[in-house]
């Protein structure tokens, strides 16, 4: 089964204006970390914010926040205020368990996101 | 400042012969992973070290090698490339290996093989 899927291939948004790109996960462990990663055309890897299964507060940077909602295993971000530098894909990742040598870092398949002026 | 550098950024080489990728990092990281990404696709981990120890993924061909020499260097040796093996490699640090904390990726080295 899919430890994270990512739904939507690709997605468009209106400059200036917000988008959310949908994350759900599947894990029967407890304690796990959720990430978003931003990779534009380039290729390099763009660590974009980090939410705890413990955490009860939704994690914000910038323009950029979590809706967690645990009981639906759901992690969508949301970018307020698209900007065109925001064009990229999205990758959607998971690591499950404690401090232990192999908590490997799932990704989903990644959302493409393109912003029109 | 880059805190993981990776060279070449492009790298090409012929079908069966050998290829090494480096990667390094300026933050001390006690863990340093090598990621398989290839077109249209999300990153496959490769293996990863813990300081010096090594831990291979399970499907990882026997044609993928790495060595870690020091704490700063890590390198991907693939002896002989065929022409599946093309893709983005990325090279990723984390301070510990817990889920709570973020790996941070290099910019990539792109692979073709002819």
């Known amino acids: 089964a899919q430890k994270i899927t990512q739904t939507q291939p690709g997605m468009f948004v209106q400059e200036k204006e917000a988008v959310t790109l949908d994350c759900t996960y599947d894990?029967?462990?407890?304690?796990?970390?959720l990430f978003w990663y931003k990779q534009p055309s380039s290729g390099e890897m763009i660590f974009l914010i980090y939410q705890g299964s413990y955490d009860e507060q939704n994690a914000t940077e910038g323009r950029y926040s979590l809706n967690f909602q645990k009981a639906r295993k759901s992690a969508n971000l949301v970018i307020s205020a698209s900007q065109l530098g925001d064009s990229a894909m999205y990758f959607c990742?998971?690591?499950?368990?404690?401090?232990?040598?192999?908590?490997?870092?799932?990704f989903g398949e990644g959302t493409q996101l393109t912003v029109n002026p | 400042d880059a805190m993981v550098i990776q060279n070449p950024r492009y790298q090409v080489t012929q079908f069966g012969k050998p290829v090494t990728l480096s990667c390094s990092q300026t933050l001390n990281h006690n863990v340093m992973y090598w990621y398989q990404q290839k077109s249209s696709q999300a990153p496959k981990l490769l293996f990863h070290?813990?300081?010096?120890?090594?831990?291979n993924e399970a499907d990882t061909p026997d044609n993928f090698q790495s060595r870690r020499p020091n704490t700063s260097f890590c390198f991907l040796d693939i002896r002989s490339p065929g022409l599946g093996d093309a893709a983005m490699y990325l090279c990723?640090?984390?301070?510990?290996?817990?889920?709570?904390?973020?790996?941070?990726f290099g910019p990539g080295t792109r692979l073709t093989v002819l």
């Open positions: 990723a640090i984390s301070e510990r290996d817990h889920m709570m904390n973020e790996q941070f």
């Open positions: 070290y813990y300081d010096k120890d090594f831990n």
């Open positions: 894990t029967s462990d407890q304690s796990y970390g």
């Open positions: 990742a998971m690591r499950e368990g404690g401090e232990t040598s192999g908590s490997r870092l799932t």
